[in-house]
């Protein structure tokens, strides 16, 4: 279902929105969105060349504010500089997007010859920054009784996802977080909402033409940013809502089969070699 929603209702959230991830991408579609609708913009992400560029795009486009933090979700110490850079400013929207694959192979879980190092990156982008950068905004919203949380998850963490086993695994973690923390604090006025895609044509996917399926992340943004009152959960699109939905009902046994497994790792290659 579509549930449509006017820019004024973006902009009584607060005159702030916090985007994670935004140098390209998905985060950089939500920033400059959220722009669009009348939001000044807090873009983080540990390429400082590239924040600038999403700057200044925006800025030119929709004359509206930025701000960019550098910081890097893989390391441990970042949030008390980003807690610092956001403090007393009127955040009325977080768009938790920040997220690593351990490889762009599909693999199996111990594969990686520096594991140790993977599981914590990781757990460190794609679970902590979550419930850190949580813990930074929430509480300035409850004063308010008033914001929006969107943490991006993933259609892969529909089901057990073999050969993308730790990033699955870390993407069901933001959908039950973010359902959690609805329950929670609904009644203070908040909306939290888990944004699960399928294909988007960034980076992370080696640039996937687009087609009814693989969705620009300009497309996606626009059109996932009318689902905010669909409930706690949504896949953002109606083709990916579709997929969901067969992707949830196929027989989980096919996921396991070694040719299934085989094919996921050649259409990867394949793809690899020709970005």
């Known amino acids: 279902m579509w549930f449509p929603l006017p820019n004024s209702f973006f902009i009584s959230q607060g005159e702030w929105a916090v985007v994670t991830g935004a140098s390209e991408g998905i985060g950089s579609a939500y920033a400059f969105a959220l722009a669009e609708r009348g939001m000044h913009v807090v873009i983080i992400s540990r390429s400082k060349e590239k924040l600038d560029k999403v700057a200044k795009t925006i800025g030119d486009s929709t004359g509206k504010n930025t701000k960019v933090i550098v910081a890097d979700f893989t390391k441990d110490d970042v949030f008390k500089c980003i807690e610092d850079e956001l403090k007393d400013m009127d955040i009325g929207v977080l768009v938790n997007n920040v997220g690593i694959l351990p490889s762009a192979i599909p693999s199996r879980f111990s594969t990686p010859q520096n594991l140790d190092t993977v599981i914590t990156k990781i757990i460190n982008c794609n679970v902590k920054t979550m419930a850190k950068m949580c813990r930074i905004i929430l509480p300035g919203m409850v004063h ?28 069901i973690f ?17 909306v939290i909402q888990a944004v699960a895609p399928f294909s988007i044509s960034t980076r992370m996917t080696l640039y996937q033409e687009t087609n009814a399926i693989v969705l620009s992340p300009e497309d996606f943004v626009n ?32 996921l396991s089969t070694k040719s299934w497994q085989k094919s996921l790792k050649d259409s990867v290659g394949k793809a690899l070699k020709k970005s």
Request: charged residues 20%.
């Open 144 to 171: 308010r009784r008033r914001g929006v949380v969107i943490n991006i998850s993933s259609g892969v963490a529909s089901v057990p996802f073999p050969l993308y086993t730790l990033y699955s695994a870390s993407k």
């Open 174 to 190: 933001v959908e039950r977080f973010s359902q959690a923390l609805q329950v929670e604090y609904k009644k203070k006025g908040i």
């Open 223 to 254: 059109t996932s940013l009318q689902y905010l009152r669909a409930g706690d959960k949504t896949y953002g699109s109606v083709t990916h809502t579709m997929m969901g939905w067969l992707l949830r009902n196929i027989p989980s046994r096919l």
